[in-house]
């Protein structure tokens, strides 16, 4: 969900010509001033305030959206977590596919002018979103920075793809949809030619820990993975796994993503 309402009029894309594919990440944090310090530490964010209030913000990198942050968990009752949302030309629509089959519908659509969202959960439980209107301004500049892209871990990869098919458009006969491919056991999904989601199996559907049930994994490319490692645990954060290309990592305030190395997209 884009909580920036103050984008250019240039260079401004729709979701109407851009769909299905992943078009923003939120973070839902309980401290806003914890979670900008953490970041701004790991990735050298600078921030600014949208429209939508204090306790929304917008991350940037070199002067490009690459996120918002959202401080509302407590408030809320949310979890605290990474949120990627995908781009529709219709939230009404999307979300009735969603419940048709056998997803859920946690909250909206509601408005965020200049567009709308929805927050949702497919059918095992993982949480996504959807935005309908218009994207952040030089929309391929943010496609190709931050992030890499985003990886759902599902009970089977297949039946979600599918799942995720239907409801997005990918691998349609519409001009522009998402490509899918299947390669090495994974669903790969590409848009204009760039990797930007992967499926895999293996998730527990009823597993107590909640970092292998279903879940979508946000994964931000940076130079080096072994550094962020590193910051991330001198600022409160921790490493659950780290190999010479990737870390899972968890913020001072407990949300899972992962770093990935530029070399890996």
Same mark, same amino acid.
């Given at each position: 969900? /884009?909580? $920036?309402?103050?984008?250019?009029?240039?260079d401004?894309?729709?979701?109407?010509s851009?769909f299905?594919?992943?078009c #923003?990440?939120?973070?839902t944090?309980r401290?806003l001033?914890t979670?900008?310090?953490?970041?701004?530490?790991?990735?050298?964010w600078?921030w600014?305030?949208?429209?939508?209030? @204090?306790?929304?913000?917008?991350?940037l990198? $070199?002067?490009?959206? =690459?996120?918002g942050?959202?401080a =509302?968990?407590t408030?809320w009752q949310?979890?605290?977590?990474?949120?990627?949302?995908f781009?529709v &030309?219709?939230?009404?629509?999307a979300?009735?596919r969603?419940q048709?089959?056998?997803?859920?519908?946690?909250?909206?659509?509601?408005s965020?002018p200049?567009g709308?969202?929805?927050l949702?959960?497919?059918?095992?439980? %993982?949480?996504f979103?959807?935005w309908?209107g218009?994207l952040?301004?030089d929309w391929?500049?943010?496609?190709?920075?931050?992030? %890499?892209?985003?990886r759902?871990?599902?009970?089977d990869a297949?039946d979600?793809?599918?799942?995720?098919g239907?409801?997005?458009?990918?691998?349609?006969e519409r001009?522009?949809c998402? @490509?899918?491919h299947y390669?090495?056991?994974e669903?790969?999904?590409?848009?204009?030619?760039d =990797?930007v989601?992967?499926i895999?199996?293996?998730?527990?559907g009823?597993a107590? +820990?909640?970092t292998?049930? &279903?879940? #979508?994994?946000?994964?931000f490319?940076?130079?080096d993975?072994?550094a962020?490692a590193r910051?991330a645990e001198?600022?409160?954060g921790?490493?659950?796994?780290?190999? +010479? /290309?990737e870390?899972v990592? *968890? +913020?001072s +305030?407990?949300?899972?993503?992962?770093?990935?190395?530029? *070399?890996?997209?």
């Open positions: 969900m /884009n909580h $920036d309402t103050k984008l250019p009029t240039r401004v894309v729709s979701t109407h851009v299905g594919a992943p #923003w990440v939120s973070l944090s401290d001033e979670t900008e310090e953490f970041y701004s530490a790991l990735f050298g600078r600014r305030t949208g429209r939508l209030g @204090e306790r929304f913000r917008i991350a990198a $070199d002067g490009v959206p =690459v996120a942050i959202a =509302v968990a408030m949310m979890a605290v977590a990474w949120t990627p949302y781009a &030309p219709s939230a009404d629509e979300v009735a969603v048709e089959r056998g997803g859920t519908a946690a909250v909206g659509p509601i965020f200049p709308r969202a929805a949702l959960a497919d059918r095992d439980g %993982a949480t979103g959807i309908e218009e952040v301004g391929e500049t943010w496609r190709r920075s931050t992030p %890499a892209f985003i759902l871990h599902t009970r297949f979600a793809a599918i799942f995720y239907e409801v997005l458009d990918w691998a349609s001009p522009g998402c @490509e899918v390669e090495g056991g669903v790969v999904l590409r848009s204009g030619g =990797v989601a992967r895999v199996s293996g998730a527990l009823a107590p +820990d909640p292998i049930r &279903p879940h #979508w994994q946000v994964h490319a940076v130079p993975v072994a962020c910051i001198q600022h409160g921790s490493v659950l796994l780290k190999t +010479d /290309n870390a990592l *968890r +913020d +305030d407990g949300a899972q993503f992962t770093v990935t190395s530029r *070399r890996e997209r």
